[in-house]
């Protein structure tokens, strides 16, 4: 059974300092993997995708890699602000292509001013 | 934003009783999702479509059923309401399955007393 891992699961940090957030899964047979934030009370916003065949992918500050074989990824965020402040969730497809995600519980970032 | 309507976004009502929450789209997007979010188990998938008519079943879709007669609709009825169906439930939609990113509504939040 996939399982998906995010460590930690808070985060506080200065504004400007760069960080990285750890997600982690069980199984490596996976079709993509996802990035996504969430502020209280919203849904989620789609961040990063990277395919199974992919090893990063780059977004204005942020930067998520892949490592199929070891079952790891990371988000990096650089110049941290205080609106970067939300949960993290990262999300495997499991595998058919359908985007039936598999979540991660996410980490909560605070970047204090 | 992805044009994604929820309704109700909040709704309490007494065990035993069905209801019917409502997804609606503006995307034209083929596959559509419901998924609840609650504290220390995340996301879990509840159902989910691939198209007109065409559904199935996540993790989690005992006590839930769906119907999705027209591509912009997808409806998540609970048939007999239960205090473990108290959550936040999320409508996600996906143009190309594995292939795009999921984009999630803002959430309806049910309590059953």
């Known amino acids: 059974k996939q399982e998906v891992t995010q460590i930690p699961a808070a985060l506080s940090v200065p504004e400007g300092e760069n960080l990285v957030l750890n997600c982690s899964f069980t199984d490596s047979a996976i079709y993509n993997l996802q990035w996504f934030r969430q502020d209280p009370g919203k849904g989620l916003t789609s961040l990063l995708l990277i395919q199974s065949s992919q090893r990063e992918q780059t977004s204005g500050r942020l930067n998520a890699s892949l490592d199929k074989s070891s079952g790891r990824s990371t988000l990096y965020i650089a110049a941290s602000q205080p609106g970067d402040s939300a949960t993290y969730l990262c999300a495997v497809d499991k595998g058919g292509a359908t985007n039936k995600l598999i979540f991660g519980t996410g980490t909560l970032l605070a970047v204090q001013p | 934003d992805a044009g994604i309507t929820q309704s109700p976004r909040h709704k309490v009502t007494e065990t035993g009783t069905p209801v019917t929450l409502r997804c609606h789209q503006t995307?034209?997007?083929?596959?559509m999702y419901w998924y609840r979010q609650d504290p220390g188990h995340g996301l879990r998938l509840i159902h989910y479509?691939?198209?007109?008519?065409?559904?199935d079943k996540g993790e989690v879709s005992d006590g839930y059923s769906v119907s999705r007669s027209k591509t912009e609709d997808f409806l998540l009825t609970l048939e007999s309401a239960t205090s473990s169906q108290t959550s936040v439930y999320f409508c996600a939609i996906s143009d190309k399955g594995g292939d795009s990113p999921l984009h999630f509504g803002n959430g309806t939040r049910l309590t059953v007393t």
């Open positions: 995307e034209n997007h083929r596959y």
């Open positions: 479509s691939y198209g007109v008519k065409d559904t």
